[in-house]
């Protein structure tokens, strides 16, 4: 704990990753757990004495949840999410609440009302924005649980249908491991699975020998920087050479992605937002009349990619453009989740980028949303489709982290976790760590060669 | 103009939308208790208060309830309904949008095309269609107050948010006031039966909205308007009557009726425009994405089909074939779950009724009566517990007595006449 402390309080300023710290409490917290430890025989919960960070658009009762907008700034949570609950059950520490695009809206922490984030990889560009791009911006492991694996009740909600909490770790067994804390059927969340879990501990070192994994052809086109195709082309040898087969598999409806999810997300976000009103909590501007009062608060309470999606949702389902907007969207997204239904018929994993690129610079598309979008056309068809999907440090490009993308049935979590993990065991690239964030293994970023 | 005048060539056409509270012990979507008239916002949860992160999950015993009441009146359940987002900002919303269940093609609520039986004046059954019936949560209760710790101020009780509420949607099929006020009646006392609703309109727990326009007879459909805040039958009869002579006078002046809502003034005895603009809304309704779809099998519908028990027009029937009532009493004793059970504790007594005379007593325009029978030898009344008005009178002023007696203390020795115990027949009911 000491150490975890000592290195954000060194990185933070450079870094400004968090924006609620939870030092005191947590270092109070882990001597209690010192004392268990070191009384023998007591048998500790899972992740007794581990640190956490929550994304801050997760309730914590008594912290302040802001959801990276100033129209929550203040706001006090009377509840724990169950995710949060459920760390808390398992002995984890809360380290504090990291950063995020307003809302969870954007790829960058750019769109946050509390200045960006920046990546420890490079302080000139972003860190990333969700679990799995991120994930590969920074060169760490990020796994998206299959939708209704994972509670939602007290994440604040972006786009239901689509919204998904999951952990960012070092290592893939540490996914899993946060996982297993995480997951399972909440009563307080009618959208979480009633399916068994399944013992991670046991099929983690299960291997990938008889995996067919499959490329879609539609991943590896037009938009993808040549570096992140070799890193991620070389990743899927190295899992052929493990024992996977390779398989080729078409996934054409992808290509409508980013217009369905955008269609869909915001139409959800657009009725989800409705509720920052000032009439109950967080910002209120004072007006002569109510609907002055909601006006003037949403006015000076959102940013602009928020408000910007909250018109584009609004306009999405209004009359006359509902069927034509929303309801395509729907269609589009059955159609993907039938295209990767049918690609799981010859392949057991399917295998691709999990961005386009390597981490950007600031500014570089603040100017254009379109191309900010375009950074996760590789993930978020498999929010639409509803699937798990882990993303893994596979190369470096230009000095910057390349991530893997591996994505599974609905609900084979399992499948998803034991390629990655097998992957992660042949390769070394989840040691490398950036320059001047002083740990162990630091040097040699950007050779390529092997060195711990 | 005078309100009580029956328009003279035109139809009248009237279709009802009955916002019902589920006697469910917890609110539609959260633990709340739904317990009324507990003091303000004690009655809440993060679901409720629409906190950030808080998610819905629906209440099984108002399904049930939902489904007795389609069962009751005779509609074709869905076996798959969906909820809705409907979106709009008020106060008194606190997620800014209603969890309902919007009629789609593709989403049909819970259950529709039914219809529901009115003894009619010679004692046959006139059909009221029934379009829809549905489930949504309540809204909170806004208080504007006047004086108080909060002057000049509007306040919210939450305590009502998310209260399981049911709608019951009819056919403009009714075509006079009263007739509309013998609906209401049936539909409640239909409600009582199956222990559904409490049936209480003065205190929310059931009320009606009207829609009403004139037509000429056989013609097509005129402008209609939508009258709110009718809190009795009483009301919805006096209001229904005022806005239909209201309509008639300007289209006898050759005016269009203007479409708007309009709400009832019990006193005033007149109904007046909202002052809300009537900008045409868009609810932009969508599916509640943090619900799954509700799944009601065969098996379960036709479970519920059979758990109904006698509904007040089989039991109507069961009095004119089995007591040879009269149709006027046989409807004025299936008229709600109190008269019931105070005419089957007097049969069960004394069997052979001879007949039911009303008496108008004090200035009330309640008529109430008593039986007569071969064996008793006084009249037999209903308890007075039957006829009691709870909440406040038109004036404001809470009631002290039932309609019928003039005082308490009469009310008080009228309530267990002699030979009869109707109060416990009425409690064990």
């Known amino acids: ?452 | 103009m005078t309100p009580r005048a029956a328009p003279s060539g035109y139809e009248i056409v009237i279709g009802l939308e009955i916002h019902v509270q589920l006697r469910t012990q917890s609110k539609m979507f959260c633990a709340c208790p739904t317990t009324f008239g507990a003091p303000p916002n004690t009655q809440t949860c993060p679901v409720c208060l629409g906190l950030p992160g808080s998610l819905p999950v629906l209440n099984a015993r108002a399904v049930e309830l939902g489904l007795r009441t389609a069962a009751a009146l005779e509609c074709q359940i869905h076996t798959r309904s969906r909820f809705h987002r409907k979106n709009y900002y008020y106060p008194d919303l606190p997620k800014n949008y209603q969890i309902t269940q919007y009629e789609y093609k593709v989403h049909p609520p819970l259950a529709t095309q039914g219809g529901l039986d009115l003894p009619g004046e010679q004692g046959e059954a006139r059909r009221v269609h029934i379009r829809r019936v549905h489930l949504e949560e309540d809204t909170a209760r806004l208080v504007h107050a006047e004086t108080g710790v909060a002057p000049g101020h509007s306040l919210i009780d939450f305590n009502r948010a998310g209260v399981p509420l049911m709608e019951v949607v009819t056919e403009p099929d009714l075509r006079s006031p009263s007739g509309a006020r013998l609906f209401l009646g049936r539909l409640r006392a239909l409600l009582q039966a199956i222990e559904v609703s409490t049936g209480r309109m003065e205190e929310g727990s059931l009320r009606c909205d009207a829609n009403i326009s004139l037509r000429s007879p056989g013609g097509a459909l005129g402008v209609r308007t939508e009258v709110k805040n009718m809190n009795s039958l009483r009301s919805v009869e006096r209001a229904l009557a005022y806005e239909a002579a209201r309509q008639q006078a300007i289209l006898e002046r050759g005016d269009p009726v203007g479409q708007e809502t309009r709400h009832w003034d019990e006193r005033r005895a007149v109904t007046f425009a909202s002052r809300t603009k009537e900008e045409a809304q868009d609810y932009r309704y969508f599916p509640e994405p943090d619900l799954v779809p509700l799944v009601v099998s065969e098996g379960a519908a036709a479970e519920i089909r059979a758990s109904l028990p006698e509904l007040p027009e089989a039991r109507r029937r069961r009095y004119v074939d089995a007591y040879g009532l009269p149709a006027h009493d046989a409807a004025l004793m299936t008229s709600s779950q109190a008269m019931a059970a105070f005419f089957e504790e007097t049969v069960r007594r004394h069997p052979h009724p001879t007949g039911w005379s009303e008496t108008s007593p004090g200035t009330s325009t309640a008529k109430v009566g008593s039986w007569r029978t071969c064996r008793s030898p006084r009249p037999i009344w209903p308890s007075c517990s039957t006829l009691w008005t709870r909440g406040r009178s038109a004036a404001g002023r809470p009631r002290r007595s039932c309609r019928r007696c003039s005082t308490p203390d009469a009310c008080r020795a009228r309530s267990s006449p002699p030979g009869v115990s109707v109060r416990s027949a009425i409690r064990a009911s």
């Open chain 1, 1 to 452: 704990m000491g150490a975890a402390l000592d290195r954000v309080t060194r990185l933070e300023p450079a870094l400004h990753a968090f924006l609620h710290l939870t030092a005191d409490e947590a270092r109070q917290e882990a001597r209690g757990w010192d004392g268990r430890y070191a009384r023998k025989g007591s048998a500790l919960p899972p992740l007794a004495g581990l640190p956490v960070a929550l994304k801050d658009n997760l309730c914590t009762r008594g912290l302040p949840t802001t959801a990276g907008s100033r129209i929550l700034e203040g706001w006090i949570p009377p509840y724990d999410a169950t995710v949060v609950e459920r760390l808390r059950a398992a002995g984890a520490i809360i380290l504090g609440k990291t950063n995020l695009d307003e809302f969870a809206m954007g790829s960058s922490t750019e769109n946050s009302a509390f200045g960006p984030t920046r990546n420890p990889w490079d302080p000139t560009r972003v860190p990333g924005g969700s679990i799995r791009q991120p994930a590969g911006f920074c060169g760490v492991v990020g796994f998206k649980p299959t939708y209704g694996r994972v509670s939602r009740y007290g994440l604040i909600a972006f786009a239901s249908s689509l919204d998904q909490i999951g952990p960012i770790t070092r290592t893939v067994a540490d996914a899993a491991l946060l996982f297993g804390v995480l997951a399972g059927r909440d009563a307080l969340d009618s959208t979480t699975a009633d399916a068994p879990m399944p013992d991670l501990s046991a099929v983690l070192n299960g291997g990938v020998r008889g995996l067919r994994i499959g490329l879609p052809r539609e991943a590896f086109g037009e938009g993808l920087r040549d570096e992140v195709r070799g890193a991620v082309t070389a990743a899927a040898e190295t899992l052929r050479d493990l024992g996977a087969t390779l398989v080729d598999i078409a996934l054409p409806a992808i290509a409508y992605a980013l217009p369905t999810y955008y269609l869909i997300a915001t139409s959800e976000a657009s009725t989800n937002l409705a509720r920052y009103d000032g009439v109950q909590y967080g910002l209120r501007v004072p007006a002569a009349g109510l609907y002055e009062m909601y006006t003037q608060t949403r006015a000076q309470g959102f940013g602009a990619e928020v408000k910007r999606r909250i018109m584009l949702g609004t306009y999405a389902l209004s009359a006359g453009y509902y069927e034509g907007f929303f309801l395509k969207a729907q269609r589009v997204r059955t159609r993907i989740r039938q295209e990767f239904e049918a690609a799981f018929a010859s392949a057991d994993l399917v295998l691709m980028p999990t961005s386009p690129t390597v981490a950007f610079p600031f500014g570089e598309k603040t100017a254009d949303p379109l191309q900010m979008y375009l950074a996760d056309v590789y993930t978020i068809p498999v929010n639409l489709a509803g699937l798990p999907g882990v993303s893994i440090p596979c190369g470096l490009a230009g000095g910057l982290p390349v991530g893997l993308q591996l994505i599974g049935r609905a609900l084979d979590d399992e499948t998803v976790l034991r390629a990655a993990h097998a992957y992660e065991r042949a390769t070394e690239w989840h040691t490398y760590r950036p320059r001047g964030t002083g740990e162990p293994g630091t040097g040699n970023v950007g050779t390529g060669g092997a060195q711990r």
